[in-house]
Nanobody, 123 residues
Framework: QVQLVESGGGLVQAGGSLRLSCTMT??????????MGWFRQNPGKEREIVAD????????HYADFAKDRFTIPKDNGKNTLYLQMDSLKPEDTATYYC??????????????WGQGTQVTVSS
């Protein structure tokens, strides 16, 4: 069984920074073998990928809007995935979700999802 718990969301002014965390609890396979990703979604809109990282941390992918502003570190010792967000814009406001899956990278889909954490960027 796998559980993902996000934290770190909140209210920040435009130009500010936030670091989201996603901690995995797993009773089966170790955290280090999971490909992981961050997604975001606003009400009435489709969920979109923000960034993902391969299980071995050799590969990362960023959505165009995230390039040069966001990074996706993964700490296998802490079973935690992060999303460091800098130079935040009001359009980054959304609920952010982390996800995990095992298999090839890039993943075709994700098997496990967190409950989400709200990020609100004021202008």
């Amino acid at each position: 069984q796998v559980q993902l718990v996000e934290s770190g969301g909140g209210l920040v002014q435009a130009g500010g920074s936030l670091r989201l965390s996603c901690t995995m609890t797993t009773s089966d396979r170790p955290f280090r073998i999971y490909n992981m990703g961050w997604f975001r979604q606003n009400p009435g809109k489709e969920r979109e990928i923000v960034a993902d990282i391969s299980w071995g941390m050799f590969s990362r992918h960023y959505a165009d809007f995230a390039k040069d502003r966001f990074t996706i570190p993964k700490d296998n010792g802490k079973n935690t995935l992060y999303l460091q967000m800098d130079s935040l814009k009001p359009e980054d406001t959304a609920t952010y979700y982390c996800a995990a899956t095992i298999g090839d990278y890039p993943p075709r889909g994700y098997d496990f999802w967190g409950q989400g954490t709200q990020v609100t960027v004021s202008s």
